[in-house]
């Protein structure tokens, strides 16, 4: 199936080329860094992960997409998400390997990441995230690949297949867990230890994932002769709207947690994010900008009129997807060093090739997608 | 027959095989690593401990008195790299206010505030940094309570700086060997870049009999080192002494570094 790839419209060529232009960039700026060291980076003494890291959280989020569609297919017979699920499957296996690309980058010593496998400590949830995100990454491939292969054929998914399907449901939600467990354990870190940390995760990436799942099916209607449906994209929207509206929820616990018991380290972190403490408050507008987004999302998915018609969906899942980055994306992970242990407020900002890097990565997700969507589009355009 | 035949030369390689590969084995299966004596001289203690008196280094010592310091990152071939945001540091001074700012009173004996405090690693009993380290480069050395560095096998991920509730972990963000300002300690390995490097209680000179660099820098013994679990060991007088607090003790890490205010 593979050979697909290779032939495709001017416009396709186009794309890929445009896409391995920033990966060269990326991949220039990223030997810059391993020359050079991690100070080519904005990241410091106290805020010591940044850019790459908070990427890292915010795709393993839209991991998830595929979940969203796979559990109503194939645990409640959805039929609708039936042409979808290769959609949700391949954007997975494009965000896990960002997800783990950003994790390479950001590295002091890439070569020695087989340490990590060389002596296993399951004490550490960095061990458990390698687990879970490869294994994602896997099951993604095989059950993807092997569906699209019977489709084409004609026949029915191989019956070993199932069960591997029916992991992949799981599975999705360990990656979420497991992800919000590197934050959620941490002591000293207030804007993290909270139980509700992987609640959060999951909630956002129900919105994210399935948010940028519409947009892409909406890309694939433009451009190829694929259409996801009126029907599949109307149930997305919906679970994008639930996502958003529990994701917000379960911010605004955090809020009262931390202000109406009035502990101060509880709501330090908060303050950075959203007034600025001691002065600092370098991520105050962008959080801002979240909170509009947010809520303009909000507004646009919960009436039907505008949850109903293309125009407005695209706004209100566009909405979406920028405003989970910025929350997780940004302010999250960056947050939660501020202020450092002593109390003393050091802010970060990323850098230029830690931007160019963060480009090149995810150009790369976005061709390994191109290239599957690519592949799916012409198995399914043949069929039918 | 010739099935038979076949098989049996089957059998018989295969037994060829197996004896040829004993002797391999057998060197392989050999006691690998051999064991390593320690010296006569070294100092021992179940849980290496430390009790800092800043009302000795405060009246006693000078002003900018960095005694401690100049020593520990002598030493240790501490790089000054020159900015806040890429500082290398093992002991290093913050105020009062900002050390124990979960316990410092508004009202609090005058001047205080504004004091420096002697921060380092608290090499605590149940560190966080170990608990997360995905490749046990960061380790607690059972023998002496020391919370160890591997720089050799760190991937440099930096969880473990993220893990620290201390701020007590310093990372190589770029090579730090120009940086070594001071004369260089060839008994002690300068790092590379991208590794995560901090405070080690001098597990080096204890093996050779002696206290950690900065107990012995300090003129005015503002510094006490000893076996925080022997009850006749310097540490323990002095905290039977006086009255000692530890930086952020409700989050369950055991510092093994008192203060005494």
């Known amino acids: 199936m593979l050979e697909r790839a290779l032939t495709g419209s001017q416009q396709y060529y186009r794309l890929l080329m445009g896409l391995l232009i920033l990966m060269g960039m990326g991949f220039a700026a990223y030997l810059y860094q391993l020359n050079t060291g991690l100070t080519v980076t904005g990241l410091s003494r106290d805020v010591s992960w940044g850019f790459y890291i908070a990427q890292f959280t915010f795709l393993v989020g839209v991991a998830a997409s595929a979940v969203m569609v796979v559990l109503p297919y194939y645990l409640h017979n959805v039929k609708v998400f039936g042409r979808?699920?290769?959609?949700?499957?391949?954007?997975?296996?494009?965000?896990?390997?960002?997800?783990?690309?950003?994790?390479?980058?950001?590295?002091?010593?890439?070569?020695?990441?087989?340490?990590?496998?060389?002596?296993?400590?399951?004490?550490?949830?960095?061990?458990?995230?390698?687990?879970?995100?490869?294994?994602?990454?896997?099951?993604?491939?095989?059950?993807?690949?092997?569906?699209?292969?019977?489709e084409r054929k004609g026949t029915a998914a191989p019956s070993w297949l199932k069960p591997l399907i029916y992991v992949s449901i799981p599975w999705a939600i360990s990656i979420h867990t497991v992800t919000a467990f590197l934050y959620a354990g941490l002591p000293g870190r207030h804007l993290w230890l909270h139980s509700i940390l992987a609640a959060r995760f999951?909630?956002?990436?129900?919105?994210?994932?399935?948010?940028?799942?519409?947009?892409?099916?909406?890309?694939?209607?433009?451009?190829?002769?694929?259409?996801?449906?009126?029907?599949?994209?109307?149930?997305?929207?919906?679970?994008?709207?639930?996502?958003?509206?529990v994701s917000i929820f379960f911010l605004g616990?955090?809020?009262?947690?931390?202000?109406?018991?009035?502990?101060?380290s509880h709501q330090?972190?908060?303050?950075?994010?959203?007034?600025?403490?001691?002065?600092?408050?370098?991520l105050v507008p962008f959080m801002w900008l979240f909170a509009l987004l947010a809520l303009a999302a909000v507004v646009l998915l919960i009436n039907p009129n505008t949850r109903?018609?293309?125009?407005?969906?695209?706004?209100?899942?566009?909405?979406?997807?920028?405003?989970?980055?910025?929350?997780?994306?940004?302010?999250?992970?960056?947050g939660g060093f501020i202020p450092n242990p002593f109390e003393q407020v050091r802010e970060y900002l990323p850098t230029v090739p830690e931007l160019i890097i963060t480009i090149g990565i995810w150009a790369t997700g976005f061709f390994v997608l191109t290239i599957l969507y690519k592949i799916a589009v012409s198995v399914k355009e043949e069929v039918e | 027959m010739e099935s038979n035949r076949r098989s049996f030369l089957k059998i018989g390689g295969i037994c060829a095989l197996g004896l040829g590969a004993l002797p391999v084995t057998k060197a392989l299966a050999r006691k690998a690593v051999p064991q390593v004596s320690e010296f006569p001289e070294a100092l021992k203690a179940n849980q290496w401990a430390?009790?800092?008196?800043?009302?000795?280094?405060?009246?006693?010592?000078?002003?900018?008195c960095k005694d401690c310091i100049l020593a520990c990152h002598q030493y240790h071939n501490v790089p000054?790299?020159?900015?806040?945001?890429?500082?290398?540091?093992?002991?290093?001074?913050e105020s009062y206010h900002d050390t124990f700012h979960d316990q410092a009173t508004q009202f609090n004996i005058e001047n205080i505030e504004h004091n420096p405090i002697m921060v380092l690693c608290n090499h605590c009993t149940s560190p966080p940094c170990v608990r997360v380290c995905p490749t046990k480069a960061t380790?607690?050395?059972?023998?002496?309570?020391?919370?160890?560095?591997?720089?050799?096998?760190?991937?440099?991920?930096?969880?473990?700086?993220?893990?620290?509730?201390?701020?007590?972990?310093?990372?190589?963000f770029r090579d730090p060997i120009p940086y070594i300002k001071t004369e260089l300690n060839m008994e002690y390995p300068a790092r590379e870049r991208g590794v995560v490097e901090k405070c080690s209680f001098c597990t080096e000179r204890l093996a050779r009999g002696l206290f950690p660099a900065c107990v012995e820098a300090c003129r005015h013994g503002a510094l006490t080192f000893g076996d925080i679990t022997d009850p006749n060991s310097s540490v323990r007088k002095v905290l039977a002494e006086n009255y000692s607090i530890k930086r952020k003790p409700e989050l369950g890490t055991g510092p093994n570094v008192y203060y005494i205010i």
């Open chain 1, 84 to 150: 979808i699920t290769i959609l949700g499957e391949f954007l997975a296996v494009a965000s896990v390997t960002m997800c783990l690309l950003f994790i390479i980058v950001d590295l002091g010593k890439p070569m020695r990441l087989l340490n990590v496998i060389l002596y296993p400590s399951p004490n550490s949830i960095l061990f458990w995230d390698m687990i879970v995100l490869n294994g994602y990454l896997f099951l993604n491939i095989v059950i993807g690949w092997n569906v699209l292969e019977a």
């Open chain 1, 202 to 245: 999951l909630a956002s990436a129900f919105a994210s994932g399935p948010a940028l799942l519409i947009l892409l099916a909406f890309v694939l209607k433009k451009y190829t002769k694929f259409d996801a449906g009126k029907e599949a994209i109307d149930k997305l929207s919906q679970v994008v709207l639930y996502g958003m509206l």
């Open chain 1, 253 to 264: 616990l955090e809020f009262f947690t931390a202000f109406y018991s009035n502990i101060p």
């Open chain 1, 268 to 282: 330090h972190g908060l303050k950075y994010l959203f007034v600025g403490l001691d002065g600092h408050g370098k």
């Open chain 1, 308 to 334: 109903k018609q293309e125009k407005t969906l695209k706004i209100a899942c566009l909405c979406v997807f920028f405003a989970m980055w910025i929350e997780k994306g940004l302010g999250l992970v960056i």
């Open chain 2, 50 to 64: 430390m009790v800092v008196d800043m009302k000795k280094c405060w009246e006693k010592a000078e002003e900018d």
């Open chain 2, 80 to 93: 000054d790299i020159g900015t806040l945001k890429e500082e290398i540091k093992w002991i290093w001074q």
């Open chain 2, 139 to 172: 380790f607690k050395d059972k023998k002496s309570g020391i919370v160890k560095m591997d720089y050799h096998r760190c991937i440099g991920c930096r969880f473990c700086m993220a893990g620290c509730p201390y701020g007590a972990r310093s990372f190589n």
